[in-house]
């Protein structure tokens, strides 16, 4: 078989059997028993010759809380690593948390919501969200950080995959701030993100220029790739906004997690249900092969 379709659910709260498996199986024409289980009720890889059966799968599934990704099995474990952080390796948008202090949680998470589904532009959006934010002192940023509250399965994804020989980078279009605080957190090898600007006791509402916004991801992915000697097909991306969708289009594999509609519609790989996890498991890493 070509390609190989990956089944996975939410390791909290797991819901696929074997009766699905089986469904599934039928409807692409393909046989049960040669199916893998990687983790009992979590996820299982079944190989198909079909590079659309992930779009069958769904099809199967219905409402049923359960992912469905199809690869070609060539270079299906990823030597490098980039990873949007917001949203997708912390639950949180850090520009949401800071407008709090201010009253203008609401109004700023309206624009941070409008810029990830790619209706608004994401530098205009992101220097009026930090422009709201002048005079806030910059010890709020420390306490801001006390509410960074890490995705499920981060830790894992990036220990695995570094245990493995892959480099795992961190590009943010929020701050280095926050940045360099999860990188150490999850065990990134290197962090990329935007400089928020104080004059020594409050933020001056600017942002460091130039923006780090999808161009750069995009070039952060292909110039890790290059500088290490990491073939393109080798590389993962994961991210859930608009500013990710570049990045996640070039990838040898690329990811929309929880992703925004318009990103989730525009990515062949998506991850609603599962956790960071899921990631391992497209790569074939079994449960017992996670470090942390």
């Known amino acids: 078989m070509t390609?190989?379709?990956?089944?996975?659910?939410?390791p909290t709260k797991p819901v696929l059997d074997r009766s699905c498996l089986q469904e599934v199986a039928r409807a692409l024409g393909v046989r049960a028993d040669?199916?893998?289980?990687l983790?009992?009720?979590?996820?299982v890889d079944l190989p198909v010759t079909d590079a659309e059966a992930a779009t069958t799968a769904r099809?199967?599934?219905?409402?049923?809380?359960?992912?469905?990704v199809v690869q070609p099995v060539a270079h299906r474990r990823k030597r490098l690593l980039v990873a949007d952080m917001e949203s997708t390796i912390i639950e949180n948008e850090m520009l949401d948390e800071l407008a709090e202090f201010l009253g203008l949680r609401a109004h700023i998470a309206a624009i941070t919501a409008r810029a990830m589904n790619g209706e608004i532009d994401f530098a205009g959006a992101l220097r009026e969200r930090v422009g709201l934010l002048k005079g806030l002192p910059v010890t709020r940023l420390a306490e801001a950080a006390t509410r960074i509250r890490h995705m499920p399965g981060a830790r894992e994804l990036v220990a695995t995959m570094r245990a493995n020989g892959a480099y795992c980078a961190l590009v943010s279009g929020g701050f280095t701030f926050f940045t360099a605080m999860v990188r150490d957190a999850i065990g990134f090898d290197e962090d990329r993100a935007n400089r928020l600007l104080d004059d020594g006791s409050t933020l001056t509402g600017f942002v460091g220029e130039p923006i780090?916004?999808?161009?750069?991801?995009?070039?952060?992915?292909?110039?890790?790739?290059?500088?290490?000697?990491?073939?393109?097909?080798?590389?993962?991306?994961?991210?859930?906004?608009?500013?990710d969708l570049p990045m996640l289009?070039?990838?040898?594999?690329?990811?929309?997690?929880?992703?925004k509609p318009a990103v989730a519609a525009a990515v062949r790989a998506r991850i609603d249900h599962g956790d960071l996890t899921a990631l391992l498991y497209l790569q074939g890493y079994r449960r017992a092969e996670f470090a942390r």
């Not at 390609?3 to 939410?10: N, S, W, Y």
């Open 3 to 10: 390609h190989v379709l990956t089944l996975i659910t939410d």
């Open 39 to 43: 983790a009992e009720s979590v996820a």
């Open 212 to 243: 780090l916004g999808k161009e750069a991801k995009l070039e952060s992915l292909r110039g890790l790739a290059a500088s290490r000697g990491v073939a393109m097909a080798q590389t993962m991306s994961v991210g859930d906004g608009a500013n």
């Open 34 to 37: 040669c199916a893998d289980w």
């Open 59 to 68: 099809a199967v599934l219905g409402d049923r809380p359960v992912d469905a």
């Open 249 to 259: 289009q070039a990838a040898g594999l690329g990811i929309a997690f929880r992703a």
